[in-house]
């Protein structure tokens, strides 16, 4: 059985829109943690914003870097109710979001592993499908933009089971669902 695995970039106030503001803060130590994720997953799980972000410029850089190699070719599922077709080694999710991701869970490898794709996240959150959420905290007050979870969400409780911290002043908080009593 598939584990979902969501890295999130977020800033100090929760902000995770638009994450231009992390790239300061962009180093060797980053790009190292972040090769071991997607090294440890066998799809990315992205929702249709994020994937069009990505698809728009992942494919035309140089592979001769391991991490970009290794993103163009993994498979991706893309979790859109406005796109007809996906390029980039995609496929969209057909019907039920939920459904399709729990049976995405159930075949046995590696981790789905999600970036970004805010709204994708909230979903799989209020229906108990993310297994880990890796919260990478940079040390900046945006001010403005999209929250990780929406006015609305579902209440839920999670337990610390890491954290990693980088020398830019970054750290992931890595959540898992806490078990009930």
Same mark, same amino acid.
């Given at each position: 059985?598939?584990? $979902?695995?969501?890295?999130?970039?977020? @800033?100090?106030?929760?902000?995770?829109?638009?994450?231009?503001? &992390?790239? @300061? %803060?962009?180093?060797?130590?980053? +790009?190292?943690? *972040?090769?071991? *994720?997607? !090294?440890?997953?066998?799809?990315?799980?992205?929702?249709?914003?994020?994937?069009?972000?990505?698809?728009? @410029?992942?494919? =035309?850089?140089?592979?001769?870097?391991?991490?970009?190699?290794? =993103?163009?070719? !993994?498979?991706?599922?893309?979790?859109? &109710? &406005?796109?007809?077709?996906?390029?980039?080694?995609?496929? !969209?999710? #057909?019907?039920? $979001?939920?459904? *399709?991701?729990?049976?995405?869970?159930? #075949?046995?490898?590696?981790?789905?592993?999600?970036?970004?794709?805010? &709204?994708?996240?909230?979903?799989?959150?209020?229906?108990?499908?993310?297994?880990?959420?890796?919260? %990478?905290?940079?040390?900046?007050?945006?001010?403005?933009?999209?929250?990780?979870?929406?006015?609305?969400?579902?209440?839920?409780?999670?337990?610390? +089971?890491?954290?990693? +911290? %980088?020398?830019?002043?970054?750290?992931?908080?890595?959540?898992?669902?806490?078990? +009930?009593?």
């Amino acid at each position: 059985m598939s584990k $979902v695995v969501v890295v999130m970039y977020v @800033s100090m106030d929760g902000v995770v829109e638009g994450p231009s503001w &992390t790239s @300061s %803060f962009w180093n060797a130590e980053h +790009a190292k943690y *972040q090769h071991g *994720q997607l !090294i440890a997953s066998r799809a990315l799980l992205l929702g249709r914003v994020t994937y069009e972000e990505f698809v728009a @410029s992942w494919p =035309m850089r140089d592979e001769s870097d391991a991490f970009t190699a290794r =993103m163009n070719r !993994i498979p991706k599922y893309v979790a859109t &109710t &406005t796109l007809d077709k996906a390029e980039w080694n995609s496929v !969209i999710l #057909e019907g039920d $979001v939920v459904e *399709q991701v729990a049976l995405l869970k159930s #075949e046995p490898g590696e981790d789905l592993l999600v970036y970004g794709s805010v &709204t994708l996240v909230d979903h799989l959150v209020a229906n108990g499908l993310v297994d880990e959420l890796k919260l %990478f905290v940079h040390p900046v007050v945006v001010g403005t933009g999209r929250r990780l979870f929406c006015d609305g969400a579902v209440g839920t409780t999670w337990t610390l +089971a890491g954290t990693a +911290a %980088f020398s830019s002043g970054a750290v992931v908080l890595d959540y898992r669902p806490a078990k +009930a009593p």
